[in-house]
């Protein structure tokens, strides 16, 4: 999405504690571990709207390997380069069903993490509180459009690792939560506007310069 065990474990990308509900604790060390994510990868250019990984489910995560950590790696170093806030594997042109944040909420408060697999929760009608803010997306450059999305979010997945984990946000970072797991079903934000709203976002985007590395859609 575009902007808007031990110590030395956790830093070089462990398993995060969790919290009394079970929810991940992903606002501690967060300099440290992303710029030890970061620091081990290399930035790969941003795939954008057409290419057609960005437009299908893709795969799920079954190895939890040291292929996958280097995918990992890469993502933080993509999505720092990109100056994004959140990245899904297809928009680096990768077919796996995982995502990376760095982003805070709406308190300014940092979450960074890794969610592979992830599966949104379905929200009782209560929380379903709607916000109408600004969206943007790395694979839409230079485009932002309003889009109604739930102010709360609850994603079951595995870490990097592979053990379950449960991440919650609100506001801004409950956006991004459901905003890459979208992509990872095959769905832009842009999909989710109307046709006319959708047109709009094409033509910032057709408009503006992207300030990353994008993947041409010959």
């Known amino acids: ?127 379903r509180v709607l916000d109408d803010s600004n969206e943007g997306c790395l694979s839409v450059p230079t485009a932002y459009a309003e889009l109604a999305r739930p102010d709360y979010a609850v994603v079951r997945g595995q870490d990097e690792k592979g053990n379950p984990i449960v991440v919650r946000g609100t506001g801004y970072f409950a956006r991004c939560l459901q905003h890459e797991t979208d992509h990872l079903y095959g769905y832009l934000y842009i999909d989710r506007l109307s046709k006319r709203e959708r047109k709009d976002a094409l033509r910032q985007m057709a408009e503006g310069t992207p300030r990353y590395e994008t993947v041409p859609n010959d």
């Open 1 to 127: 999405m575009a902007q808007q065990d031990t110590e030395q474990q956790a830093v070089a990308g462990g398993v995060l504690p969790v919290d009394d509900e079970g929810f991940v604790i992903d606002t501690e060390d967060t300099e440290e571990r992303e710029a030890a994510y970061r620091a081990r990868g290399t930035a790969r250019p941003i795939t954008v709207v057409g290419n057609p990984v960005l437009h299908r489910e893709t795969k799920d995560v079954t190895a939890f390997d040291a292929e996958l950590a280097q995918l990992v790696d890469d993502m933080f170093a993509s999505q720092r380069a990109a100056e994004g806030v959140g990245l899904a594997a297809n928009q680096i042109g990768v077919d796996k069903k995982v995502f990376v944040y760095d982003c805070p909420d709406d308190e300014g408060v940092r979450h960074v993490g890794v969610v592979c697999n992830p599966v949104l929760d379905e929200l009782p009608s209560e929380r």
